[in-house]
């Protein structure tokens, strides 16, 4: 991804792709949409696996990216990607945990193909990372003010 591109979004569009955010935890999740739709995407949520197939089940190919926690009860991250993955294989999936999490090492050693962000997410990781699978979404603008607080908190947490 080229370093211009790096903290720059474009404005919301009704056919930017559709990112689904999959945590159990609110606060996590919040934030994650709130990042993703900083940088231009459309979002929707799940609280859990079911849910996210369930809505991956009601809306056919709709959903381009599916951020998921790996470390979820009833349904793990990588269980849902395998299932998500059988619903609709275009499908981009990137997993999410904190490295603390204790099952979270032997969860993505079951996943090494797909992309993998440590939580806190940081806005920069977020975007390169939807850049590299979506690409670009037009014409760039500045990043609006709400972004450059959501990457301040990201970073205060991360110290």
Do not use: W
Not at 11 to 20: H, I
Not at 48 to 74: F, N, S, Y
């Amino acid at each position: 991804m080229p370093t211009s591109e790096v903290g720059r979004v474009v404005p919301l569009s009704s056919n930017a792709p559709v990112v689904l955010v999959v945590d159990d935890e609110l606060g996590p999740r919040a934030a994650l949409c709130r990042m993703v739709r900083g940088i231009g995407y459309r979002v929707r949520t799940a609280r859990g696996g079911r849910e996210a197939l369930r809505h991956l089940q009601e809306h056919p190919g709709q959903i381009r990216v599916l951020l998921t926690d790996l470390c979820m009860p009833r349904m793990d991250g990588g269980e849902l990607a395998e299932r998500a993955l059988d619903l609709d294989p275009r499908l981009r999936i990137v997993l999410l945990s904190e490295p603390a999490e204790g099952r979270a090492a032997e969860l993505l050693a079951g996943y090494p193909e797909l992309p993998y962000l440590e939580k806190p997410v940081g806005f920069g990781a977020l975007y390169s990372v939807l850049f590299q699978m979506l690409g670009p979404l037009g014409s760039p603008e500045t990043v609006p003010r709400s972004a450059d607080r959501t990457r301040a908190r990201a970073r205060e947490r991360q110290l």
